[in-house]
């Protein structure tokens, strides 16, 4: 099992940008596919992005493919989410995920195993 604790949400206006940071507790963070999601007030959960284990792949939903980008740090036990160009419409609760699967069976599904407690960003225009 895997704790995962994220950072760096906030408030900012629409064109700004945000850097999100999940870290994640234990030694086998490395084998785990890391992903984001979000959730806006009245919507189910979305997938938002996911990178494979050693970070050579990567993976977005349409909405947000040129404008975030996601990297992780194995040393740190860290995967962020480089957020720019940002929307009104990206305001949501940001989770940070993990999944023990490999990287395309997690794309396929589109769904993950343990989340941490999300983070607030909010975009004005």
């Known amino acids: 099992q895997v704790e995962l604790v994220e950072s760096g949400g906030g408030s900012v206006q629409a064109g700004g940008s945000l850097r999100l940071s999940c870290a994640a507790s234990?030694?086998?963070?490395?084998?785990?596919?890391m992903g984001w999601f979000r959730q806006a007030p009245g919507k189910e959960r979305e997938f938002v992005a996911a990178?494979?284990?050693?970070?050579?792949?990567?993976y977005y939903a349409d909405s947000v493919k040129g404008r975030f980008t996601i990297s992780r740090d194995n040393a740190k036990n860290t995967v962020y989410l480089q957020m720019g160009s940002l929307k009104p419409e990206d305001t949501a609760v940001y989770y940070c995920?993990?999944?023990?699967?490999?990287?395309?069976?997690?794309?396929?599904?589109?769904?993950?195993?343990?989340w941490g407690q999300g983070t607030q960003v909010t975009v004005s225009s």
């Open positions: 234990g030694r086998t963070f490395s084998t785990y596919t």
């Open positions: 995920a993990a999944d023990g699967r490999g990287f395309r069976a997690v794309v396929a599904a589109r769904s993950m195993g343990s």
């Open positions: 990178i494979s284990w050693g970070g050579s792949g990567t």
